[in-house]
């Protein structure tokens, strides 16, 4: 917890002079008492004391003075708000090497289930498009708040061949700019993530680094989750033999480290899962602070009720 204004904080030294001032007064309350030479006499003829009542109405007393005082120096709390207009580009690789079931029941098939559990999450005024991408890149859903539209677009996606991962990055900025310009927000800085998903080796189209650029250049992080183990292998007529596909995961690091995102690497669907969760959370939310002054009025108040019944209740007045 924050505060606004904490130099105000210094009136709590004011609570603890008067816990300190009621102390001793209770102190010499029970050496003036003791004076009496007759105990047992005093006991007799005085009336009953409250004892802990006196002491339980001090208390509630000073919790509603720091109370008051925390109220005044006007604390804060971290709390996440959905961002406004903010764009997601979910770039899902179909090249023939996503095929391998080193993923079970595939490669594909766990990240279009991992894919749209992703953009179940996502606050719903962000915007999410659909970039798939083999030997070429396309752009299969433009930017919208539509779930159940981008979630049809992924149980679509099919395998082909060929791995164009620069090409992808370059429709899927174009699409974000797009979404800039229908929402008259060229000229303003829009929230904006590329989330691209592939087992990592580019094959055809522009390499790597022209798209790692121009993402740079549009301040737009690519955040990576790579596919696969080392171990994969798919199946092709042409071949006798399953081909070796192994995820190539530092290609894709290097894209997450350039230009600002986050790489990840899963080998399952309940990992990819907790990895789309992540991604979400960062992507989806600001965290600001929010002035929380009127929680600790509330309890100064409680606190004021409190003494005031207590101090009717057994005193017959109010403190």
Sequence with gaps: MNYLEPVRLWLLL?????????????????QYAVRFTNIALLEAVAPKRPGWRRHATAIAFLVAIVGLVVAFARPTHDEKVPRERATVIVAVDTSLSMIATDVAPSRIAAAKAAAKSFVDQLPAKINVGLVSFDANARLDVSPTTDRAKVKKAIDRLQPHEGTAIGEAIFTSLEAITQQAVADDSATTVVPARIVLMSDGKTTVGRPNDEGVAAAQKAKVPI???????????????QEPLPVPVPVDSSALKDIA???GGSFFSATTESEL????????????????????????????????????????TWFNRLP
Aim: proline share 1%; hydrophobic share 50%.
């Design 14 to 30: 004011g609570a603890a002079g008067l816990a300190a001032a009621y102390v001793v007064l209770q102190r010499r309350r029970q």
């Design 223 to 237: 955040s990576t989750i790579a596919f696969g183990t080392d171990h994969g292998e798919i199946t092709v007529p």
């Design 257 to 259: 480290d350039q230009t």
């Design 273 to 312: 899962q907790k990895v789309y969760a992540n991604i979400g959370s960062s992507i989806g939310f600001d965290v600001e602070q929010r002035e929380i002054s009127t929680w600790f009025v509330g309890l100064a108040l409680l606190a004021l009720m409190a003494t005031a019944a207590m101090s009717l």
